[in-house]
């Protein structure tokens, strides 16, 4: 077994995501599947490859994708906070983040 | 009226007034509404901005001026990219109620060009799927065969076109979502190269993978719309600056001579008896153009899928940590600001999403990076080299883009692995960053379309849309 239901509750917390009791032991069952399947990787040695973060070469994305950093009009936060899930213009509003003892 | 549009026939009815673009979206509509209620493809649809845009060309016809090359070309767009104060739910629940602020940049290129974009096309929830069945809005049924899936995850642009009910749309491509649903409906699909095309206002499912590309009933279509949309976009430090050729004027170069190779991992166990035997009729047609097939070896070919599934959820689990419930989309109430996030998400995301941002969690955190992060960027660069290496010999690499041809709707569903595997001749190219197209290569039993894929070298994107249009031209959508 590559992942145990502490694993899942773990991950799960890490990524502020609930999940069900179901859930929670359909995707231990499933990952664990999935993971032992990525174990074959192990079969390659890649002590000396380099890894690759993206595709394009430092030559197609440094000097040539570098913009001027300029000022430019962005009139968006009206419609951004119309369809936000509770705005108290110009503010998101969340509950309240700091308790008091 | 036709029904078989193409955007040379649109310029061509407008340019004699034999129709209007006004009376042409009218025209699509009237079908949409028709057959979309069964086959469930558009999502949204978007008369006034259509309207709009509409008028525009109309007002240059009636005033003789020049048509720009998309004018009046009616299209649908896939609902993860972002359309300015058009509904764009991503397939997600959490997103039902997202007007994006402002317009993709592709969105923005295609109506320059004249195009009209008539709706937002359903797709796999955060375009995550192989099937269209992740949509938290349904799936969407096969235009050809309406007990299978169309594919996925750009399942509905590929059925609007295969219907008839777009000229062309966009989809967007991370492990092969724009060339095996394609491939499923029967229709030209291509992803660009990485960089090729802009993904401002994409929205993002996997930032190192994603792109957006074409789907049009024929590979001209898909030429031009991939003229219009390619190109550096300020707004994207991944768009390059590399010039985009005139893709038209490629097109009618002459095949003869040119060398294809054949991997030999790509025609191994698994694949479906008859998609076999359509692709290798197929490759057959290439080498009667006077191509010449090489017998290539891409080693590394399967270690591709478990490499894809780590890389593609560990940048979802990142780039899906936006959907908090603060900013946008749905909120779950509650008194304490985690909690509030803990069951907006758990209410907001489908089960496929949550599984992937699960495993993704997981391969980044903390004791587990080094043995599936850091590994599977090491097994990229093997994968990548393997096709510098092929490219060293070739100029281009055929496939076929799916190991089995559409499958029924439900079949899959119950075995998330089983329905990753069926990625692997797609995620490769991904991975690398190469250009693919999928090009329709028969159909089994005359009824279920087999897609055969053509990658090209980095930027080649001319050389893999010349070789698509001598095989469509030479009958390959027959074999």
């Not at chain 2, 197929?282 to 009667?288: E, H, N, Q, S």
Request: some cysteine; glycine content about 8%.
């Amino acid at each position: 077994m590559k992942i145990s239901r502490e694993d899942v509750l773990r991950v799960a917390e890490l990524a502020y995501l609930e999940l069900s009791e179901a859930e929670l032991e359909m995707y231990r069952l499933q990952i664990d599947e999935i993971l032992e399947y990525i174990g074959k990787l192990n079969e390659l040695d890649t002590a000396k490859v380099e890894p690759m973060a993206q595709v394009l070469s430092d030559d197609q994305t440094a000097d040539a994708t570098l913009r001027e950093d300029l000022i430019v009009p962005c009139a968006v936060a009206e419609d951004v906070l119309k369809h936000a899930p509770d705005p108290e213009p110009p503010y998101f509003r969340v509950p309240k983040v700091i308790e008091r003892q | 009226m036709t029904t078989n549009w193409t955007i040379d026939g649109v310029k061509e009815a407008l340019a004699a007034k034999k129709t209007s673009a006004r009376e042409l979206a009218a025209d699509f509509y009237k079908r949409i509404e028709s057959r979309n209620p069964e086959l469930n493809a558009y999502l949204t649809l978007s008369p006034e901005r259509a309207r709009r845009q509409t008028d525009k060309v109309d007002s240059l016809v009636a005033q003789g001026k020049p048509l720009p090359p998309l004018a009046g070309v009616p299209v649908a767009v896939k609902d993860v990219i972002s359309t300015r104060g058009i509904k764009t739910t991503c397939g997600s629940k959490i997103l039902e109620n997202y007007f994006p602020p402002y317009d993709a940049t592709a969105v923005e290129r295609l109506e320059a060009a004249g195009a009209v974009i008539l709706g937002k096309t359903n797709c796999d929830e955060f375009a995550m799927g192989s099937s269209n069945e992740n949509s938290a809005y349904g799936p969407v049924k096969n235009p050809l065969a309406p007990d299978r899936v169309p594919g996925g995850s750009s399942g509905g642009s590929a059925t609007v076109v295969a219907a008839r009910l777009a000229v062309a749309s966009l989809g967007t491509d991370t492990g092969g979502s724009i060339r095996q649903p394609g491939s499923f409906c029967g229709v030209p699909a291509m992803m660009g190269s990485y960089g090729r095309v802009s993904r401002y206002g994409l929205i993002a499912f996997a930032s190192s993978l994603d792109r957006i590309g074409p789907l049009a009933s024929n590979v001209k279509d898909v030429a031009a719309i991939l003229q219009v949309i390619a190109g550096r976009d300020p707004h994207d430090s991944t768009s390059t600056t590399a010039p985009v050729p005139d893709y038209k004027a490629e097109l009618e170069k002459p095949v003869k001579g040119l060398r294809l190779g054949i991997p030999k991992e790509y025609f191994g166990e698994g694949m479906d008896a008859g998609v076999r035997k359509k692709i290798e009729t197929g490759i057959g047609l290439f080498k009667k153009l006077g191509c010449q097939l090489v017998d290539i070896r891409m080693p590394h070919t399967d270690y591709a899928i478990a490499t894809y599934y780590i890389i593609a959820t560990a940048e979802a689990s990142s780039n899906l940590a936006r959907y908090d419930g603060v900013r946008y989309g749905l909120r779950v109430d509650d008194d304490s600001l985690l909690a509030m996030y803990r069951k907006t998400r758990g209410a907001g995301f489908g089960a496929e999403v949550k599984r992937r941002i699960v495993l993704g969690t997981y391969v980044l955190s903390a004791g587990y990076y080094d043995a599936y992060y850091l590994k599977g960027q090491k097994v990229r660069s093997l994968i990548a080299q393997d096709f510098r290496d092929a490219f060293t010999k070739v100029d281009a690499i055929l496939t076929p883009t799916s190991p089995v041809p559409p499958f029924k709707l439900g079949e899959r569903t119950a075995d998330p692995l089983q329905m990753y595997l069926a990625d692997i001749y797609t995620v490769t190219g991904s991975l690398a960053g190469v250009p693919g197209i999928s090009v329709p290569c028969g159909k089994i039993d005359g009824k279920l379309p087999v897609g055969l894929q053509i990658f090209g070298a980095p930027f080649g994107e001319a050389r893999v849309l010349q070789l698509a249009h001598a095989f469509e031209q030479a009958e390959g959508a027959a074999v």
